[in-house]
Nanobody, 116 residues
Framework: QVQLVESGGGLVQPGGSLRLSCAVS????????MAWYRQAPGNKRELVAS???????NYEDSVKGRFTIFRDNAKNTVYLQMNSLKPEDTAVYYC??????????WGQGTQVTVSS
């Protein structure tokens, strides 16, 4: 099993920044990718950003240039730096781990609200 614990969500004004953290523990061997997803009310859960073990990253088009996914291997933590936030970024953000290209694990989610 893999355990994921997110933190860092909150309320921020448009144009502001937040950094989400995802602490990874448990059977972390063979994790091949980490990702952040989000789900707004009434919408499907969507991929926001992902990072592979070789450091390759991928972003959803609407967040390119504003969000950055990165990791600290020493701390077993993955981050999502979110800048220039917009009201449409409001959602519950979930951390995801893919293990052995097969199993997926999810965190409990953290609420991000962008509003004036």
């Amino acid at each position: 099993q893999v355990q994921l614990v997110e933190s860092g969500g909150g309320l921020v004004q448009p144009g502001g920044s937040l950094r989400l953290s995802c602490a990874v523990s448990g059977n972390i061997e063979r994790i091949n990718a980490m990702a952040w997803y989000r789900q707004a009310p009434g919408n499907k859960r969507e991929l926001v950003a992902s990072i592979s073990t070789d450091g390759g990253t991928n972003y959803e088009d609407s967040v390119k240039g504003r969000f950055t996914i990165f990791r600290d291997n020493a701390k077993n933590t993955v981050y999502l730096q979110m800048n220039s936030l917009k009201p449409e970024d409001t959602a519950v953000y979930y951390c995801n781990a893919e293990r052995a290209y097969r199993w997926h694990y999810w965190g409990q989610g953290t609420q991000v609200t962008v509003s004036s």
